[in-house]
């Protein structure tokens, strides 16, 4: 097989790639190990940037975003009963949109079908070879027998897990690497939002947080031990613990109902450098990876893909390499903000077991002063919005 960009990782940003390229008439397939079905099964987080937004309608995948999504104006950080609305539309002139990172790649994959994309699924033992050199090729395995892709780019969209950031030798790659000491336990319940917002609140008991899906699909997550399995959490335990944590007005209209999905996700910071060993170009949680406190993970996959995108157009259609050869400075500029961002507001909101009482006092001064100052809410504000690309 040939083609020009050969895309590793089936997952929104590798899609939303692929989408964008084909509408230039540039031409990728995507390689992906698990099924469509697994991909789609997987849940996410489902706050999109303005840039985002943007990018679904350049990639003609806007439709059902713009009917479904929720367009937020704010949102909220609480403090046991105290509740600070953050008006990120006044502050920034921007709003956000609620629309689930599972639906985003649900388009996508509609997209690039109805457009006789190139998807191959269940594809195993994904090499990459000669990456530095102009003729880079990728070899995989698919029901027993082997495949070479021969292409000009490979796109690294494979996941933190992924082959692509492990192919760039240990000697030339950096990572960088925080971990932090708890989870968060999310569920999915059939069950009308607490409130129309977000809310991040922080407790003596730890970070909670309210999310949506939709008008009866609840997203609600509680910071939990790393210890602590979806099995120590029974429907009512998780009930009663996310109740004690938001604020009380809110706790005493919560709507409790069906779970439909439990489970925990570790957190942690992480970022490579570079994100370009010759060809390869790394994108999306490949080369990093933020806690979702803050909701940056898609979003910051996102400003890759427009780099990396805007960066082929000129290649293939103005014949100029400075667009991919700035393509990993100007990714990890973003980034390094993105991950500084997602870090804050980590500390700002979440008990840490080694934390001293100086450390506590330090806390809530930072969320005193977030309540008490504009410019504060501002900067979350911009921030939340996402920076420019
Ligand atoms: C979610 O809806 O799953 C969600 C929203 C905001 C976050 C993280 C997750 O910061």
């Not at 690039?112 to 269940?122: A, D, L, M, T």
């Not at 994904?126 to 070479?148: E, Q």
């Not at 690497?177 to 968060?184: C, H, L, R």
Request: hydrophobic share 35%.
């Amino acid at each position: 097989m040939r083609t020009q960009v050969c895309i590793i990782g089936g997952g929104p940003s590798g899609l939303l790639l692929s989408q964008l390229l084909h509408r230039k008439g540039i031409d990728s397939v995507v390689l992906e190990r698990k099924t469509k079905e697994y991909v789609l099964g997987r849940i996410r987080a489902g706050v999109l940037e303005q840039g985002l937004v943007d990018l679904m309608r350049q990639a003609g995948v806007a439709a059902r975003m713009e009917s479904e999504g929720y367009v937020h104006d704010g949102t909220q950080i609480s403090c046991g009963d105290a509740l600070i609305r953050i008006d990120i539309k006044a502050l920034t002139g921007k709003p956000v949109v609620v629309y689930g990172q599972t639906e985003v790649t649900r388009d996508l994959y509609e997209a690039r079908e109805n457009s006789g994309g190139q998807i191959e699924f269940n594809v195993e033992g994904v090499t990459i070879h000669d990456a530095r050199t102009d003729a880079p090729s990728v070899t995989f395995m698919r029901d027993g027998t082997h495949h070479r892709i021969d292409c000009d780019f490979v796109a690294g969209c494979d996941g933190f897990h992924g082959v692509s950031r492990k192919t760039i030798p240990d000697d030339v790659r950096r990572d960088y690497e925080k971990v932090y000491p708890f989870g968060w336990l999310g569920v999915l319940s059939q069950t009308p939002p607490v409130d129309h917002e977000l809310i991040y609140a922080a407790s003596d008991r730890g970070f909670a947080l309210a999310s949506m899906r939709n008008s009866n699909l609840s997203r609600y997550y509680i910071q939990v031990p790393l210890s602590d399995r979806p099995d120590d959490w029974p429907d009512q335990t998780f009930w009663g613990e996310f109740k004690k944590r938001i604020p009380q007005g809110h706790a005493a209209k919560l709507i409790t109902g069906p779970i439909i999905e439990k489970s925990i996700a570790p957190l942690r910071s992480f970022v490579t450098e570079p994100m370009r060993w010759g060809r390869l170009f790394l994108c999306g949680d490949a080369a990093h990876i933020v806690p979702p406190t803050g909701a940056k993970g898609l979003n910051t996959a996102a400003s890759d893909v427009h780099y990396l995108y805007q960066g082929l157009c000129q290649h293939y259609l103005e014949g100029s390499d400075d667009g991919i050869d700035a393509y990993s400075d100007k990714a990890l500029a973003r980034i390094w903000k993105a991950e500084r961002f997602s870090w804050w507001m980590t500390n700002l909101l979440h008990r840490f077991p080694e934390w001293s009482d100086f450390d506590l006092k330090m806390q809530q001064a930072e969320i005193d002063f977030l309540r008490s100052n504009e410019a504060a809410q501002r900067a979350l504000a911009e921030n939340y919005v996402g920076l420019p690309y």
